[in-house]
């Protein structure tokens, strides 16, 4: 009886630590369908995060600009952030995401999105970056 119990434990355990999961949330009251222009503060050697990140914004219809400077060259309607976990096994894989989009001008902070991707579920960075910034915008119409 006890094995038993020990054996259903360690499943559910199992399940839980290797579920990959992608969430976001956005301030309460935040409209980001005002958001046009998008200034992405990247960060020097991040295996292409922050390129990536340019080029989805893009694609998702965002004029972006990009630089390695907290501040904006110009103004801009957001400023996009990000931390980039990676972890090592058998191959380097992006484990932990973070995203976070402020206001251009006030910096506050108006959504923050993540994804969480162990090893037995991990995705290629394009398709995380994709997942985490949809999930920001997904009810943004352009």
């Not at 972006?64 to 990676?86: C, F, M, N, Q, R």
């Not at 999105?113 to 995705?123: A, D, F, K, M």
């Given at each position: ?6 054996l ?38 991040d ?76 995705e ?19």
């Amino acid at each position: 009886m006890k094995l038993s119990r020990v054996l259903l434990l360690s499943s559910l355990l199992f399940l839980l630590v290797s579920c990959a999961s992608t969430h976001s949330f956005k301030v309460p009251g935040t409209d980001l369908t005002k958001i046009r222009s998008v200034y992405v503060n990247t960060v020097a050697n991040d295996n292409d995060v922050g390129r990536i990140t340019v080029e989805q914004l893009r694609k998702m219809g965002y004029k972006t600009s990009h630089g390695l400077t907290s501040i904006p060259p110009e103004p801009v309607d957001a400023i996009v952030t990000y931390e980039d976990k990676w972890k090592w096994d058998m191959t380097m894989y992006l484990l932990k995401l973070t995203i976070r989009v402020r206001d251009g001008t006030t910096n506050q902070i108006l959504a923050i999105g993540e994804s969480y991707q162990p090893s037995l579920q991990r995705e290629s960075v394009e398709a995380i970056v994709e997942k985490v910034l949809v999930g920001i915008f997904r009810t943004q119409t352009l």
